[in-house]
T-cell receptor, first 119, second 114 residues
Framework: AQKVTQAQTEISVVEKEDVTLDCVYE???????LFWYKQPPSGELVFLIR??????QNEISGRYSWNFQKSTSSFNFTITASQVVDSAVYFC????????????????FGEGTQLTVNP | DTAVSQTPKYLVTQMGNDKSIKCEQN?????MYWYKQDSKKFLKIMFS???????INETVPNRFSPKSPDKAHLNLHINSLELGDSAVYFC?????????????FGNGTRLTVT
């Protein structure tokens, strides 16, 4: 069975601090996908990144960066120089690969980390 | 312009009533989903349809019935509503021809059962 653990329920930082959100996953699949989603106070779910299990390169997008380490089954998310607008709940999610099948993406979500960035 | 739209945004109703939530996507995606977010913000898949065919049906009470008239629409009908059904329900879609493509979510429907 798949499982995603986000051990940090809430994190509070002051603007301009760097913050890392942890994500640890469990799966028996050798091929899988990892995602991060953001849920701001307005409630919508915003896709941030998708990473497959064969690509362990870290990724940077502006102030966001992701560190995928297969050896520790972790896919951590760092926000550099945080801003008030980064305040949201962040979800890590896992999906097993369905190569050649049209069976959709069954995402297993972590419980989310509430990030509050104070001015 | 909205990619995945759900209506209504808020739904307040009494126990025992029947209600529906509608979802439409204009992204040309093949697969649509319903997810439930509980009061602790935990997200769990309920159903998935690919080209109008049910492909994922999690352990959901049979009071919940999804209906997909075409691949751009996936509605959720709930019979005999219970207090525990109060949650935020998210519709989503993905382009399944792209392997494990990201889900695009609607803005959610907050259902409150009194």
């Amino acid at each position: 069975a798949q499982k995603v653990t986000q051990a940090q329920t809430e994190i509070s930082v002051v603007e301009k601090e760097d913050v890392t959100l942890d994500c640890v996953y469990e799966t028996r699949d050798t091929t899988y996908y990892l995602f991060w989603y953001k849920q701001p106070p307005s409630g919508e779910l915003v896709f941030l990144i998708r990473r497959n299990s064969f690509d362990e390169q870290n990724e940077i997008s502006g102030r966001y960066s992701w560190n995928f380490q297969k050896s520790t089954s972790s896919f951590n998310f760092t926000i550099t120089a945080s801003q008030v607008v980064d305040s949201a709940v962040y979800f890590c999610a896992l999906s097993e690969a369905k190569i050649g099948e049209t069976s959709g993406s069954r995402l297993t979500f972590g419980e989310g980390t509430q990030l509050t960035v104070n001015p | 312009d909205t990619a995945v739209s759900q209506t209504p945004k808020y739904l307040v109703t009494q126990m025992g009533n029947d209600k529906s939530i509608k979802c439409e996507q204009n992204l040309g995606h093949d697969t649509m989903y319903w997810y439930k977010q509980d009061s602790k913000k935990f997200l769990k898949i309920m159903f998935s349809y690919n080209n109008k065919e049910l492909i994922i049906n999690e352990t959901v009470p049979n009071r919940f019935s999804p209906k997909s008239p075409d691949k751009a629409h996936l509605n959720l009908h709930i019979n005999s509503l219970e207090l525990g059904d109060s949650a935020v329900y998210f519709c989503a879609s993905s382009q399944d021809r792209v392997e494990n493509s990201p889900l695009h979510f609607g803005n959610g429907t907050r259902l409150t059962v009194t």
